[in-house]
């Protein structure tokens, strides 16, 4: 009889949820057979550690075990990967080449981020799961072999399905057993779980004592609801170990950690149709009323500020800088969103030029400094967009290459170039 807490401590894995408990029962369960599985489950709740667990408690434990990404692999290149190549087949193809499938031949290969392979590489995958065959790229020669294939994808297959980017057939044979990894959300008694277990692990790493969450800080983590899953969580942890001094964390300091509503105004609109909520729509209108509201306090102030003290008092201009630019911002975003040609030509107009209030020619000269230091090159500009994009969305590839304008497979290959965690 094997031990789930034994699995878990081998394999690092926290948390006691029974939905994760059921998770890891059965991984444990069709281990030994030689069905094909497929791990599903959101993106950051900790699929990798399961094809692994399957490798190791299979007859195939001392055979090869190779993980390969499917959606970092470029669509030109993958067939020749999985299943090799013959010499002469493309150009580049100067000696043959055995592809992962011949080299895991009597073990596992995990194959991650299913969903991303082409269709023509989805019917040869068909082809060894139906029949253990395949041919090399510029080969008529059938070859064969014996792997077990694990799967992994955190996208909505069904969906995939219905949109003709995944073969029904396929799935119907990987998905054998499905294997269900639970989001966060309904893990909640495992979230300070894992707080703990982390926040341990960067004391340790950055030679720290552990961070303490006082009992608002615990409360506010655990009714989170961490929509990148662990990873998210794991993330905010080794922000808040390195930045805090302090090593006692109240409420307040976690909230400054936690994205919210303020720095992403409209997160709703991003669900499919069916989760809409009317609660969220609601906490959107509060959100809008609440920053209109922000935003009328500091006009007042502001005009408060120059009926008192005149629109020459720099002091008053000095402390009003972030509010007027604030001010300036909003309007550009306006123009920005018109079509219009010179509505775009307006936003490089100089800041005087369009400012409500005239603008000291000091805060000018800082505003010149700032620009000239900001680095002009493009690749830092490229990696700068792109984690704010999967800042933006919690580290959700999709949302992050569709706000980005690239495909999916081009942000995953970018991320990996430029090492982006
Ligand atoms: N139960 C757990 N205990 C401790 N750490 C975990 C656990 N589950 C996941 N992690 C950690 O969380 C991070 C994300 O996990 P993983 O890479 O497996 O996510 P994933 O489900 O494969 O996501 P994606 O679909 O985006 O690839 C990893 O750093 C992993 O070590
Ligand atoms: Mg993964």
């Given at each position: 009889m094997i031990d789930i807490q034994d699995i878990k401590q081998r394999f690092g894995i926290i948390g006691n949820a029974p939905a994760l408990n059921r998770a890891i029962e059965v991984a444990v369960q069709v281990a030994p057979?030689?069905?094909?599985?497929?791990?599903?489950?959101?993106s950051g709740v900790g699929k990798e550690n399961f094809p692994q667990i399957i490798h190791s408690y299979s007859s195939r434990k001392h055979g090869k075990y190779i993980a390969v990404n499917c959606g970092a692999i470029p669509e030109g290149t993958i067939d020749s990967e999985l299943?090799?190549?013959?010499?002469?087949?493309?150009?580049?193809?100067?000696?043959?080449?055995k592809g992962y499938f011949e080299v895991a031949d009597g073990g596992t290969i995990f194959l991650d981020e299913v969903g991303e392979l082409p269709l023509s590489t989805q019917v040869r995958l068909l082809r060894v799961l139906e029949a253990g065959e395949y041919i090399r790229v510029g080969s008529s020669d059938v070859l064969k072999t014996n792997v077990r294939v694990v799967a992994a994808t955190n996208l909505d297959i069904p969906k995939a399905i219905s949109e003709g980017k995944f073969r029904e057939d396929l799935f119907y044979r990987l998905n054998t057993v499905p294997v269900i990894v639970p989001p966060l959300r309904e893990r909640r008694e495992d979230i300070y779980l894992l707080f703990r277990k982390?926040?341990?692990?960067?004391?340790?790493?950055?030679?720290m004592p552990v961070l303490k969450l006082d009992d608002e800080a615990k409360q506010i983590l655990v009714s989170f609801p961490w929509p990148g899953n662990i990873r998210q969580l794991k993330n905010v942890t080794e922000q808040i170990?390195?930045?805090?001094?302090?090593r006692e964390i109240n409420g307040l300091k976690l909230r400054g950690y936690l994205p919210h509503f303020h720095e992403h105004p409209l997160p709703a609109l991003y669900k499919p149709e069916s989760e809409k909520t009317f609660s969220s729509e609601r906490e959107i209108l509060y959100q809008v009323l609440f920053d209109m509201k922000k935003d009328m306090n500091d006009l007042k102030k502001l005009v408060l500020d120059i009926m008192q003290h005149g629109e020459k008092n720099t002091k008053v201009q000095a402390e009003n800088a972030v509010i007027i630019r604030k001010l300036h911002q909003d309007e550009e975003l306006e123009f920005e969103m018109g079509t219009a040609h010179e509505v775009k030509v307006q936003t490089f107009a100089p800041v005087t030029t369009v400012s409500?209030?005239?603008?000291?020619?000091?805060?000018?000269?800082?505003?010149t400094e700032e620009f000239i230091e900001e680095?002009?090159?493009?690749?830092?500009?490229?990696?700068?967009?792109i984690k704010k994009a999967l800042n933006k969305y919690n580290g959700k590839r999709k949302h992050a290459a569709n706000e980005l304008g690239i495909s999916e497979r081009t942000l995953y290959r970018k991320i990996k170039e430029y090492d982006i965690n």
């Open positions: 057979t030689d069905l094909s599985v497929m791990i599903m489950g959101e299943f090799g190549h013959v010499k002469g087949s493309f150009t580049g193809a100067l000696s043959d080449r982390f926040s341990s692990d960067f004391a340790d790493k950055y030679r170990s390195i930045i805090e001094k302090e409500p209030v005239p603008i000291h020619p000091e805060h000018l000269i800082q505003d680095s002009l090159s493009l690749e830092e500009k490229e990696k700068e967009l």
